[in-house]
Nanobody, 126 residues
């Protein structure tokens, strides 16, 4: 079973930047779909950005134009570059992966993903 380990979270001021990483360890089958979700206190988990193994990506409207998702297949690592951060971006960010090629409509459904990391905290102060 593949394991996901997130890193790169931290505290920044509004307007700042952070880069999150999600490293994939183990497993014998290829991961086809990956995503970042986030959950703020008192709120439901929401999809932020998702990517297929061919590099195609989808972004939530709230982060489109500010966040960039990429995947280095050779390193089995996914990156989320977050620019122009806002206080409302404050949340625990989780990496998710699935062995299946998820269709567009399912990419931001947390129930679509079978493997999850433990999360990394992002805090943006005003």
């Amino acid at each position: 079973q593949v394991q996901l380990v997130e890193s790169g979270g931290g505290s920044v001021e509004a307007g700042g930047s952070l880069t999150l990483s999600c490293a994939q360890f183990g497993g014998t089958c290829s991961i086809q779909s990956m995503a970042w979700f986030r959950q703020a206190p008192g709120k439901e988990r929401e999809g932020v950005a998702a990517i297929w193994t061919d590099g195609g990506a989808r972004y939530a409207d709230s982060v489109d134009g500010r966040f960039t998702l990429s995947k280095d297949n050779a390193k089995n690592t996914m990156y989320l570059v977050m620019n122009s951060l806002k206080p409302e971006d404050t949340a625990m960010y989780y990496c998710a992966a699935d062995y299946g090629w998820l269709e567009w409509s399912k990419l931001f459904n947390e129930n679509s993903f079978g493997v999850w990391g433990r999360g990394t905290q992002v805090t943006v102060s005003s």
